[in-house]
């Protein structure tokens, strides 16, 4: 007969993973110095009553609490908004960003993941956090870039219809709440990097499949396979495959290129 003993990183586990979904949930108005006291008291608890077995019960609770209050106060800490009050909504602001991703839309948009070192408003503020770009297909801009612009940030829309996806909770699950559209920008730096080299790879494959002659579902579907990039397949072509089920053969296949990338 298998006992909770024999198992004590399943006793653990178990409080912090249901913390973590309590705060997610329920938003509670937690402090990490709430799991600092209750580690001091299982100290305590330990040395000075570890031998008593009638008191082994208090131990196990005081187990349980504290690592459901370390997962509520870890889950709050890595998920708090703390640029929020920096950004000034529906206001054109300068600011300083690197491009961390692109992928293409629709053909005459790009869609950029950048990180904001500098925010200029009042002042200018050192502060690291995401965004979602649009720009042109026409910007040069790509990944490794290091860029000066100016453009109006907007809160990314939650959706309001229930029970169905809601990609600005997703967004937020990495951190990302702004979305922003800026056309004109000042090249500042290239920064080397293995994230950046590999961009230009891939950059370099999808123009020789071009200059193969290869063009919109082709393209988008071969760049899928080979590069695990679904941002040039056009909505029909996902239909086609979501409705064959074939979805999947997409995700496989790139992902198993994509890691040598």
């Not at 570890?50 to 008191?55: G, V």
């Not at 922003?180 to 994230?195: D, R």
């Amino acid at each position: 007969m298998l006992y909770w003993t024999q198992i004590p990183f399943v006793r653990i586990i178990i409080p912090f993973v249901f913390g973590i979904i309590l705060q997610k949930y329920l938003q509670l108005d937690l402090s990490i110095y709430w799991s600092l006291v209750f580690c001091l008291l299982l100290l305590v608890q330990y040395i000075f009553f570890s031998k008593n077995y009638k008191l082994r019960y208090h131990f196990g609770v005081s187990v349980f609490i504290t690592f459901l209050l370390t997962g509520a106060a870890i889950h709050k800490h890595f998920n708090s908004r703390t640029h929020s009050s920096l950004i000034s909504n529906n206001v054109e602001t300068k600011w300083e960003g690197l491009v961390i991703e692109k992928s293409s839309t629709n053909g005459k948009t790009n869609k950029l993941l950048c990180k904001v070192n500098k925010y200029f408003d009042s002042t200018q503020y050192q502060k690291n956090f995401k965004v979602i770009a649009y720009v042109p297909d026409t910007s040069k801009l790509d990944v490794g870039d290091v860029f000066l612009t100016q453009s109006i940030f907007k809160e990314i829309p939650k959706n309001t219809i229930p029970n169905i996806f809601d990609y600005s909770e997703f967004l937020a699950n990495r951190k990302i709440y702004y979305q922003t559209y800026f056309k004109g920008n000042k090249l500042i730096e290239k920064q080397k990097s293995l994230t950046s080299f590999a961009a230009q790879l891939r950059n370099s494959i999808v123009k020789i499949y071009e200059k193969a002659g290869l063009t919109d579902q082709q393209l988008g579907v071969i760049i899928a396979l080979t590069l695990g990039n679904k941002s040039y397949l056009d909505y029909e072509t996902r239909n086609y495959f979501a409705k064959a089920g074939a979805m999947h053969i997409l995700a496989v296949t790139g992902l198993h290129v994509g890691i040598e990338f």
